[in-house]
């Protein structure tokens, strides 16, 4: 036999809704609706919290696919370590306009500031790519702005990598220590600081 009680406990929840909203019979008026669609999903035990945090489900219980809306245009960068489509753009066109990887660019990006150009280190290093003010001034770019902060940086990893003919490794301490101090220990220096950044560049890199 069919439970009812719950259907009878919404039915004395209406009777003392009508009451409380002054309504008689059966004529529900302003807000009542909402009232009782609320009254009736505590009687089934569902949460306001279920309804909006459960994800969808496909008939065999599994969660059904995220969908994402994207540009194709801007897909080049799709599996860069960097969320942020607009910089996202801007990092693939400095590369593409300097010849260096784009994803060489994202990982020294993500490191350098995690892509935030409001970023001011402590030495006074600028924006996404830090680049500190006379190495921005002598690659003819405005460190504050976002679009030539990034192709200063990119311009610039392309200066290492052709002084150190193509190693990777070897331009990208001399992005953080400089040419010279790489061009002195002939390869990375033994600066601990900058030993770490080169292997989360690359890490990420690769």
Known sequence: MMDLTGVRHVQARIAQLQEQFGMPGNLPGTGFSQKLEKEM??????????????????ENNQPLPAVQKVDNAKMVLADMPLADQNLSTLIEAAARKYKVDPKLVAAVAEVESNGNQNAVSSVGAIGVMQLMPDTAASLGVDPYNKQQNIEGGAKYLRQMLDTFGGDTKKAVAAYNAGPGAVKDYGGVPPYKETQNYVNKVLDIYR
């Open 41 to 58: 999903q505590k009687s089934l035990g569902v949460t306001e919290a279920q309804k909006t945090s459960e994800p969808a489900v496909q």
